[in-house]
């Protein structure tokens, strides 16, 4: 079957891609080089809607390499480039597109019709030339590592190949090209690495010293300054020169360390980043056509299996539902923030004052019981200013400008009279927390919202004895408070729509992931992750040793071990919280004694770390009083992933939130639970324990599975 006629098949799976024109025109290159061809990559619509390969959008590529390969071999041009719309160079498959694929075949050809396109701009009788010129991501890398030079902008903000993030391997010649072009090391790096990091992002100086480019402009002449480049390099003036490839032991290390990396990340737990691998591995040998090959039966075997459609819909929940949150009132009712107030001042109080300051740029006071914690508060927002001037992130007079706008009191009166917005990080006990809403609702303006960071505590309750308890909102943030991106808002029994609209507003300044929950005890991540971790515990207190109670986690790949993290969020917080749910839920949260005593004896965690590992702590192990029941690591497994499944059946049926999928989104950007799981409930699903546990899966076939 021709190239043509596989991608009209494939087009025909898929009737509403975006699709993208690739536009030739012609121009005389500088200096009299020549006549040149440049196809630009353009769906139409502005950098908002990032270009795309879907296969119309590859048979378009395809039609104008047909007629630049015709213009090559009569020899009325010297050379061929390609670029993107501005901003935009291209941002690799169209994973819509991917979503509908139900059928082995159909998969196979999506691989195969990029790598029969994308190839034939290495065999044209000219050179090649890719111009990134703005963001760069998967397909949208490759298609430029099958010509024959490359240049980057020096403003490009994102450039990666971020398919193994998603479940996929780079399957348009990613995993074959790039370790020939830069190395093994260089490449691991990229496609694996950066991949398993949270996506992480190049940067075009970045892309250019790994020696992806070949030369690296400013943004805002980079085409013309391109161009003037490939006239003399097509001139011979200058010759383009690339290190010479280790095609021998560190090859090797190269591979190895990049299955250290998987290991350490998915625990073999997700096939992505090993079948990556196994490419890069076989693709020291040079052949292309091998690698090219086994790069279409390792994207089509991905394609039809779990992991990838768990990370598809992972990324649409981020991209998608995690800016439109469900439940949202209308954002017309939303009153503006012109002044931020917060109650107390210590490392809680003073992230949130930051990020406020940063955000919304209005003056943010705090409030503390003495003046040394205001002082401290005050000072530890001061010092990271300073440290954002020192990175050269803002420039000396943002920094003046937002020091000037951070302040701090002692009377809340004078603090908060004209404030818009107060939110209270104090002690995390009700008695505490309804006293100082009683005390800023006495000194505030009729219309300023209350917020709380309550992790646990009902809101309805805090509000219960104010005047106006319609403004109590709770707004949850996660520590490390500028890193994590979820905000959990929650409605209290008489929250009303203008003060939820207001926080959801407020929360979209803020850049933050919003999910809407019911006021129910420790909403939704803190809920979910007391029982999961209640019950690992439990499983400890009858007599399970601590590594096997660890490991039955691995298969999951989440981030961390269960007692690692408990020692972030600390055993005292940990046990608090066990202890609140413990008073709603009795019958299925414990209060452990082995983590009471732990907490008792002062100890931050079950590790000591002297060897750069984590060990029992032996002061821990002492204090521990186990049972006598010791089960597998596949019977703890078992046992945990039956409780989480219970407690988000429950949530669910309590309503909680609003569908399944808000769970997932709050694992994700909340306890970065991994993309290639989808969060939870596809995992759950695919392994048959929401059958087992509530006799149906918590999502429809299709919606993080392959379509039926």
Known sequence: MSTAELLKGAAELFPD???????????????????????????????????????????????????????????????????????IFAVGADLKGVELLKRHEDALAIGKGGHDVFKRLSGLAVP?????????????????????YRTVSQAIPAFSLPEVFLGLVPGWGGCALLP???????????????????????????????GIADAIFEGADFLEQSLIWTASVLKGEIAVERAEIDRGEAWDQ???????????K??????????????IEAAKSGDLQAGFDAEDTALADLIMGGELRSGIYAFNLVQKRGKRPAGAPDKSLARPVTKVGVVGAGLMASQLALLFLRRLEVPVVLTDIDQERV???????????EKLLGKGRINQDKANRLKGLVSGVLDKAEGFADADFIIEAVFEEMGVKQQVFAEVEAVAPAHAILATNTSSLSVSEMASKLKHPERVVGFHFFNPVAILPLLEIVRGEQTDDASLATAFGVAKKLKKTAVLTKDAPAFVVNRIL????????NVIDEGTPVATAEKAIEPL??????????????????????????????????????????????????????????????????????????????????????????????????????????????LITGAGWPFHLGGITPYLDREGVSERVNGKPFLAQGVASVPA
């Open 530 to 537: 007391t029982r999961f971790m209640g019950e690992i515990q």
């Open 254 to 264: 190269a591979v190895a360390r990049g299955r250290f990396i998987a290991d350490s």
């Open 557 to 666: 790949g989440l981030p961390m071990s269960p007692l690692v993290l408990l020692e972030l969020v600390g055993p005292a917080i940990g046990l608090h919280v066990s202890e609140t749910l413990n008073r709603s839920f009795p019958d299925r949260f414990t209060v452990s004694e082995n983590l009471a005593a732990v907490v008792k004896a002062g100890k931050r965690g079950f590790y000591v770390y002297d060897s750069g590992k984590p060990e029992l702590d032996p002061e821990v192990a002492a204090l521990l009083k186990q049972g006598d029941t010791v089960l597998t690591e596949e019977q703890t497994r078992n046992r945990v992933l039956d409780a989480v499944a219970q407690e988000i059946g429950l949530m669910l049926e309590e309503g909680v939130v609003a569908e399944a999928q808000d769970i997932d989104l709050c």
């Open 266 to 279: 998915v625990h073999g737990a997700a096939p992505a980043a090993y079948r990556a691998l196994e490419i």
């Open 128 to 148: 090649t030339f890719a111009y990134y010129n703005g963001a760069a991501m998967g397909g949208g890398v490759e298609v430029g590592l099958h010509c024959s």
């Open 17 to 87: 891609e975006v699709v993208t024109q690739a536009h030739v025109r012609h121009l005389d290159l500088p200096g009299a080089a020549g006549k040149f061809a440049l196809i630009t990559l353009d769906n139409g619509l502005d950098h908002t809607k990032p270009t795309t390969f879907g296969p119309q959008s590859l048979a378009n590529l395809n039609a104008a390499v047909d007629q630049v390969e015709k213009e090559a071999s009569e020899g009325t041009i010297v050379g061929v480039g390609i670029t993107g719309k501005p901003f």
């Open 180 to 210: 020939n072009l830069i190395g093994a090391d260089r490449a691991v790096s990229v496609i694996i690495e950066n991949s398993l990091n949270q996506n992480k992002q190049l940067k075009g100086v970045q892309v250019y010293e790994l």
């Open 375 to 385: 002082d401290k508060g005050v000072g530890y927002v001061h010092a990271e200013i």
